[in-house]
């Protein structure tokens, strides 16, 4: 699914960001970097519809998504800190986005289970935010964003504050996902080595415009 | 360098007050509270329970302070989220009017309903009351609610709003980003992590309501066997000079309150935000 910024621009209290063009093919896996404060995080809200878009046009998949509400956008969307829901077991957490998307029941388990599988969760299953690492918290995150198989997938530093190892193997979890779920990822990172390994299209956030680096 | 130096004279004098202050206070609320069950017996506690109209105003007083809580997380917790999620142009001035029961003095509060209810729309409300129900509200069980209701609710409000403002709202944001709409996210998100904050409101809410005397004696009158709760009972007992009956109500009124905060307590609540 493809990601289509013209000129978009929208305003947090202060800060304005854009007007920003963007052009992300189908099933590439975009980084965006940008110095701290640039608006990469209010960025990936604009595009998931958690930003007021004040001018442009936001296409999703070819689709104009400038009103659309968050919840139709057929997005995933991991934030900074992977804001896990305190009262849901991983379980739970995995099964979300299907269950409002109106899966059926067997088709709900076995996505849960797929997901653990792969993003090695499977012990967790019934642990609380509160009993996890920071890494798992992280895989827990990441395979709520995924469950609900989006079109496109926006991680806003997802592997930030992880030990040198856990950053390593989520960087292949991230690449493998990619490559499995056929999903088009928009991945804001401050790390260079991230964005080479991962990246088939590098951004730059530069004074509210967003700059193509290849 | 040498070790932080284990409290100077300067730190000794000012710890020193903080300690005094405080053990003074305490001695206070428990002095108060030796002094009532030290009053009274058991007996005399029983023998007051054994009059009808004090079983009467302690059944009202607890199924009014009931379903005053009930109500009061009912508007509390939309208001308080709204309170806490939402800006809109005025809402300093909605904030400072949500809080003028907190603030007033109890009796202005019962006069206030009781004006209000003698306003030509107040006429209205009580007379639909009255021919969906078939009782009236001023001097009438109602009263005594709406009465409790007033206070009440700005604390159940003040306590939920304090509940929501901790919550990240980047968990709502997440949830409609995964197919949830605003509702769904509220009810199946935010209402099941803020569910001690519920729980807290509702139980500061009832002891409010049980101890509420001003606006119920202004509202609802103290007739006995009727519109008479304990807090009235202790008023009425004391000003015909039976002095051990108002104690032993009192006391029943000091337990249920002990016995909510420390419920509160038990279940990690902070009752009194």
Redesign the interface.
Known sequence: MSLQLKQCATTAGTFHLGPADMDLPAGAYGVLMGTTGSGKTTLL?LI???APLTAGALNIAGHPCNNA???D?Q???L?QDG?L????TVAEHLE??P???GWPKTKRIERVAELAERLGLTSLLMRRPAGLSGGERQRVALG??LA?RPKLLLLDEPLSALDEQMHSELCQYLAKVHKDEGVTVLHVTHNAREAELLGTHQFRLEGGRVLTKS | MSPTRPGSTGDKIFFGTLIALGVAYLLLVVGMLVADASFTTPAAIRSALDRPEIRHAFVLSFATATVTAMLSVWFGVPIGYLMARRNFRGKALVDAVLDVPIVLPPMVIGLSLLILFQTGLGKQIEAGFNSLFGVGITYEVPSIVIAQFAVSCAFAIRTLRVTFDQLDPRCEEVACTLGCSSRQAFWHVVLPSAWKGVLSAGLLAWARALGEFGPVLVFSGATRMKTEVLPSTVFLELSVGDLEAAVAVSLILVTAAVGCLLLGRLLGLKVAQ
């Open positions: 809200e998931a519809g958690l509400r968050p919840a956008r997005i995933g969307y934030p804001v829901f305190d009262t849901m979300f986005a269950r409002f998307r709520r964003a609900g």
